[in-house]
């Protein structure tokens, strides 16, 4: 398993924005597919984005198309989450998932590393 670990969560206001980071424990990482999940209270975790070990490859869910942008950059074993004109039911823990499955998996049970999750909360 890859050890993982988010950082950049905070309090911004609606239409600002915030960047997400998440940390790999091995060089190996970019073998593995990297997924940004979200779980807001009351609800269930939500697929956001997903990016290939390569990085040339990604996925969004439809509510972040055009405001998200995931990336990576294998030298450093980190993934980037850059999130702009954020709304209000953004608001959520976003975490960071790793696994050796295709880059278009949005089903959370496919990823078998999770990160401990970030606070992400947008004020109207």
């Known amino acids: 398993q890859v050890q993982l670990v988010e950082s950049g969560g905070g309090l911004v206001q609606a239409g600002g924005s915030l960047r997400l980071s998440c940390a790999a424990s091995?060089?190996?990482?970019?073998?593995?597919?990297v997924a940004w999940f979200r779980q807001a209270p009351g609800k269930e975790r939500e697929f956001v984005t997903s990016?290939?070990?390569?990085?040339?490859?990604?996925d969004y869910a439809d509510s972040v198309k055009g405001r998200f942008t995931i990336s990576r950059d294998n030298a450093k074993n980190t993934v980037y989450l850059q999130m702009n004109s954020l709304k209000p039911e953004d608001t959520a823990v976003y975490y960071c998932?790793?696994?050796?499955?295709?880059?278009?998996?949005?089903?959370?049970?496919?990823?078998?590393?999770w990160g401990q999750g970030t606070q992400v909360t947008v004020s109207s």
């Open positions: 998932a790793a696994g050796a499955t295709p880059y278009y998996t949005h089903s959370a049970n496919r990823y078998d590393s």
């Open positions: 091995i060089r190996s990482s970019s073998s593995y597919t």
């Open positions: 990016v290939s070990g390569g990085g040339t490859r990604t």
